[in-house]
């Protein structure tokens, strides 16, 4: 997956959804925190309802979380100096990780700093292909949502 490429697609969105919505960076900052918590609980939603559930309708949503989360490191500056370590996690299970990923989101909140920011998205990438798609799968569905809103 090419964050680079993510975070300056990211960043033209970011540009063109602000002409939409005004605000203080606080305060986007605070409302996309917010909505990130909101999406990872609607990514949890859509994997219990079914036994076997639906990668697409998953992914979706995933993707709508990895955009706040590019877009949050935008808001932090990380991005522009943004080097991605493969970090191995251990915890293999779904639900473990969203209640991971919940921490790891307010405690950024609480505490806006790079090590918390890659710990963050660490999590939220690998969570992703926990639920199989393979990154180029992940970029794609990226791609697609963003052209989608660039076309609003």
Avoid at 9 to 24: F, H, I, S, T, W
Avoid at 68 to 73: A, K, N, Q, R, V
Wanted: glycine share 4%; with cysteine.
């Amino acid at each position: 997956m090419d964050l680079v490429r993510l975070f300056k697609l990211q960043r033209a969105l970011d540009v063109y959804m602000a002409k939409e919505y005004n605000g203080e960076p606080k305060q986007m900052l605070t409302k996309k925190t917010l909505l990130l918590l909101c999406n990872v609980g609607e990514v949890s939603n859509e994997l219990g309802k079914w036994p076997t559930y639906r990668v697409e309708r998953v992914l979706k949503k995933y993707i709508e979380g990895l955009q706040l989360i590019l877009s949050l490191g935008i808001d932090l500056g990380i991005d522009r100096n943004f080097l991605f370590y493969n970090c191995k996690l251990h915890n293999e299970n779904l639900t473990e990780l969203l209640f991971i990923i919940y921490e790891k989101t307010i405690i950024l909140h609480n505490q806006p700093i790079i090590i918390n920011y890659i710990e963050l998205i660490t999590v939220y990438i690998h969570f992703g292909l926990m639920f199989d798609p393979d990154k180029k799968e992940i970029e794609k569905a990226y791609l697609d949502n963003y052209l989608k809103h660039m076309k609003l």
